[in-house]
């Protein structure tokens, strides 16, 4: 299983990014896949999943309105559109498979790829 993320950068507050999460190794169509991200001194978090047909999605709190998850099956890729973007939304994004049980309840298989850094600042 191998998660290959890219598209981050440096962006100023209000600017957009778009990260592709290139996935392989397993059955892509039949795992939900979410994005999480980890910012130095905090805790990894949940940002955003989506099921494996595409049909259903979950966004925290903190993204909900400015991000939208998505997948492209054909291309066994998953997206992170950025839009509105914050100094708190500076992280390393990472990509992972797992089960979406509903409520935001994820269960990750594994801890994802190395991650693509974002940064927000003017």
């Known amino acids: 299983v191998q998660f290959v993320e890219s598209g981050g950068g440096l962006v100023q507050p209000g600017g957009s990014l778009r990260l592709s999460c290139a996935a392989s190794?397993?059955?892509?169509?039949?795992?939900?896949m979410s994005w999480y991200r980890q910012a130095p001194g905090r805790e990894r978090e949940l940002v955003a999943t989506?099921?494996?047909?595409?049909?259903?999605?979950y966004y925290a709190a903190s993204v909900k309105g400015r991000f939208t998850i998505s997948r492209d099956n054909d291309k066994n890729t998953l997206y992170l559109q950025m839009n509105s973007l914050k100094p708190e939304d500076t992280a390393v994004y990472h990509c992972?498979?797992?089960?979406?049980?509903?409520?935001?309840?994820?269960?990750?298989?594994?801890?994802g790829g190395q991650g693509t850094q974002v940064t927000v600042s003017s």
């Open positions: 989506i099921t494996g047909a595409g049909g259903s999605t």
């Open positions: 992972n498979h797992g089960a979406y049980y509903g409520n935001g309840v994820y269960v990750p298989l594994n801890s």
């Open positions: 190794g397993f059955t892509f169509s039949s795992y939900a």
